[in-house]
């Protein structure tokens, strides 16, 4: 483990540091060589394990001091990747080190499904159409609300599109032929459970706001109807996404050439859009 400031600071470091420190904890013999190249102090690491200072040794006394360590570990083996999405940290630590074909895209899934997970509360509630006491709006506000609030969903769907499709993508994953970088892979996957917590928090908000009217309430339940299949877009296409990943690296492995595109389609049902609208004119009815 070469250790420095940029390594204890960095996202995936912690989960690979996570795994080796739980290894060293279940081993019976030395396993961990920790390499100094600065003055940084980890975390984690107990007090009595030696470090190896890089600066003095050189890289020579780097690879020695490695050699040793395999040989006299040689015996215990090694966890190496289960050829699926990681379900735990210390899976994802152990994908980062091994780097296998498709790893990129496989550590990406692993982000999503495991920020979905965390957000199953929000997501039964946007199921059950959960709606507590909210902002108040006002009859002779309520049309131009309204339109502001769907124009700011839609840029909320757009924007998903964007970074799932556009050159975030290949700045996060390498361009054909490059290694992908982990830190933004994993930023690219919480910014995109980002959109999906915009898109949910949008929902319940609308829900809950309230006006004068009864006509006017039905029409702000209507308009949160809008967020439905863009939240349940997401949600399938990121399991989806998980489930043709568990089969990408054997996949690979066989020699099979393989097709990564990422679909999701958003769009507005008829009967969600009749149901806006219908509720829209009784609602301007309803002022006369």
Not at 47 to 67: I, K, M, N, P
Request: proline content about 5%.
């Amino acid at each position: 483990m070469f250790v420095s400031m940029h390594y204890a600071a960095k996202p995936w470091t912690r989960l690979e540091r996570r795994s080796v420190l739980v290894r060293a904890l279940q081993s019976t013999t030395p396993y961990l060589l920790p390499v100094r190249l600065d003055s940084t102090e980890l975390p984690g690491v107990r007090s009595s394990v030696a470090y190896l200072d890089g600066q003095t040794e050189g890289a020579v006394g780097v690879a020695r001091a490695v050699v040793a360590k395999l040989g006299s570990s040689h015996a215990e083996g090694s966890r190496r990747f289960n050829g699926r999405v990681p379900r735990t940290p210390t899976e994802a630590a152990i994908l980062i080190g091994e780097r296998p074909a498709g790893w990129e895209y496989i550590l990406f899934s692993y982000w999503l499904a495991a920020g979905l997970g965390q957000r199953s509360d929000a997501y039964n509630d946007h199921r059950l159409q959960l709606a507590l006491g909210g902002e108040f709006i006002p009859t002779s506000e309520l049309h131009n609300y309204a339109q502001i609030e769907f124009a700011r969903m839609m840029s909320t769907t757009e924007a998903f599109e964007r970074l799932l499709l556009g050159p975030a993508q290949v700045a996060a994953m390498g361009a054909p032929g490059e290694a992908g970088d982990p830190d933004l892979i994993q930023h690219l996957a919480s910014r995109m459970l980002l959109i999906y917590d915009e898109l949910l928090g949008w929902s319940h908000r609308i829900r809950s706001a309230t006006t004068p009217l009864e006509e006017g309430r039905d029409t702000l339940r209507a308009l949160a109807d809008y967020a439905t299949q863009p939240v349940e877009a997401v949600h399938e296409f990121i399991l989806d996404f998980r489930q043709r990943m568990d089969q990408l690296n054997e996949t690979l492995e066989s020699g099979e050439s393989v097709s990564l595109e990422l679909p999701i389609s958003f769009d507005v049902p008829t009967d969600v859009s009749k149901h806006y609208g219908d509720s829209l004119k009784r609602f301007e009815r309803a002022q006369r």
